[in-house]
């Protein structure tokens, strides 16, 4: 089954301080693991994203941390705000016949309190 | 919301009714989807197409069915529907097939009495 696990299902953060969201996968066809974020009532939104050739990326105040060999990779959100209170899911993808197919992670309810 | 749209927003139905939702798109993207969302099992796939008329199934296919007449509007049918189908269910487009971006919509929830 090609699974995406994610840890922890919420978090709790000061303001100020960093979030850290792991995932872990299983099916090494998977070339592209993209994060996105939902805030309530809305769909959910893309944040940042990587391939598993380069083992970070960083956009602003979001990094991805890739490593290949233990599968795993992680969204950190560095000097958190209330406004990053959101839901985060990660996901993992591959190309099927054309078509690539995504597989989610269960998410990640993010709360940065003042 | 880049231009995609759902309709309805909500709608509260009974079990062996059935129901359609809408998912309408101004940016004539070529790839459709329907996903499901609920807690603790994220965002599922149902049903997606790659084209007028072209259409495929998800993981979650069961009870559903989907149709493609138009390149813009992307309709979900739950034939008969029952109370595991409560969910919210998201719309989701993108130019290629899958790669790099899905944009979705804001959602439909749905409920079955």
């Known amino acids: 089954q090609q699974q995406v696990k994610q840890s922890p299902q919420s978090l709790i953060v000061q303001k100020g301080g960093i979030s850290i969201i792991n995932c872990a996968y299983e099916n090494t066809a998977f070339d592209y693991f993209p994060w996105y974020q939902q805030f309530p009532g809305k769909g959910p939104a893309l944040l940042i994203a990587?391939?598993?050739?380069?083992s970070e990326k960083k956009e602003g105040r979001f990094t991805i941390s890739f490593n290949k060999s233990a599968k795993q990779f992680s969204l950190h959100i560095m000097d958190s705000q209330p406004g990053d209170s959101a839901t985060y899911f990660c996901a993992a993808s591959f190309n099927s016949g054309g078509y690539q197919k995504v597989t989610f992670g269960t998410g990640t309810k993010l709360q940065v309190i003042p | 919301d880049a231009g995609i749209t759902q309709s309805p927003r909500h709608k509260v139905t009974e079990t062996g009714t059935p129901v359609t939702l809408r998912c309408h798109q101004t940016e004539n993207h070529r790839y459709m989807y329907w996903y499901r969302q609920d807690p603790g099992h994220g965002l599922r796939l149902i049903h997606y197409?790659?084209?007028?008329?072209?259409?495929d199934k998800g993981e979650v296919s069961d009870g559903y069915s989907v149709s493609r007449s138009k390149t813009e509007d992307f309709l979900l049918t739950l034939e008969s529907a029952t109370s595991s189908q409560t969910s919210v269910y998201f719309c989701?487009?993108?130019?290629?097939?899958?790669?790099?971006?899905?944009?979705f919509g804001p959602g439909t929830r749905l409920t079955v009495t």
């Open positions: 989701a487009i993108s130019s290629t097939g899958g790669t790099y971006e899905q944009y």
């Open positions: 197409s790659y084209g007028v008329k072209d259409t």
């Open positions: 990587i391939r598993p050739d380069v």
